[in-house]
């Protein structure tokens, strides 16, 4: 069975904890490596996270690249009220030992795409798109080369999660999401739209504390810490998981279903930055630039989840 290759580029981050090892139990995932950016934390501590969670997978041959400390143009917003001081609050950390490749992140999706063959490689992309943005600007010949493109941010008609209009990932650095969103590659949006439809539940969380390895509880307690803030925010029974919907999305796709749209992003107002205006309707005649996703089997997605977290150790 050929697996599909994939880069991940992630801040850490309890959800994006779940969908790292997700991916690396993943039989039919080729993990090429991941890059870290600043976003729910800052760089140190979403790079540190990032080893962690390769080791909890015993996974140390995974090639981590530190990527971009701050957004392209503006300063740094984090989200340590969400994710705690160390992004992984509610899990025990350790030291990690394995190493930083010395290359930067950028140069990394750079490269990599570029030795690869053409439209061989997708784009899991878990937190701001500064990395991606930054390549994009360097290095535009990439931009045929990328298989897909598949990004957890994004909201329209769930409203935002960080301002009343914008999703994090985007308000973070919204120039770096108007790049990617332009750039002409094929790409799905995982919205806050789809991600709110796939909460946890008791039962759901049980599942996983009856796996027998460690990946098991560590996803359940990270989902339990979620559903303190979750449930007192929204008003709902569990947590949403945004970033494992993206490696769910790209191993069985038939979970998911949304419609070809133009999404744009908003950058200059104050009061809406960082917004993703979706053209739904196609009122505005402009030509669909992404695979707008609103709808979740979710029994089927945590079963998925379940299924690839079982086989790590």
Known sequence: MSKTAIII????????????????????????????????????????????????ANRQDVPIHAGCAHPLLRPLVTAEHVH???????????????????????????????????????????????????????????????????????????????????????????????????????????????????????????????????????AADIMTSLERLDVQRYGINGAPLHDPAVIAYVLQPSLFSGKRVHVAVEQGSELTLGATPVDWWGVTGKHPNVNYLTEIDAEGFFALLASNLATLP
Not at 28 to 55: D, F, K, M, W, Y
Not at 127 to 139: E, F, H, K, Q, W
């Open 9 to 56: 580029d992630t801040d850490p981050g309890q959800d994006d904890a779940v969908a790292i090892l997700t991916a690396l139990g993943s039989p039919r995932l080729e993990v090429i490596g991941i890059s870290a950016v600043a976003g729910n934390v800052p760089l140190p501590l979403t790079t540190q996270n990032t080893r962690i969670i390769c080791e909890w």
């Open 84 to 218: 705690g001081k160390t992004g992984l609050d509610g899990v025990p950390l350790h030291s990690p030992t394995m190493p930083v490749q010395e290359e930067h992140a950028v140069d990394f999706i750079i490269r990599t795409l570029r030795e690869r063959a053409a439209g061989t490689v997708t784009l899991c992309m878990l937190g701001p798109l500064t990395n991606l943005a930054m390549a994009i600007v360097r290095a535009p010949d990439i931009v045929g080369r990328i298989k897909e493109i598949v990004m957890m941010g994004g909201a329209y008609f769930e409203g935002g999660n960080i301002t009343p209009s914008a999703e994090f990932n985007i308000y973070v650095d919204p120039d770096a999401a108007a790049t990617v969103l332009g750039c002409g590659a094929a790409i799905t949006m995982v919205p806050l739209d789809v991600t709110h439809k796939a909460t946890t539940s008791p039962a759901r969380i049980a599942m996983l504390r009856t796996l027998p390895n460690r990946a098991g509880n560590l």
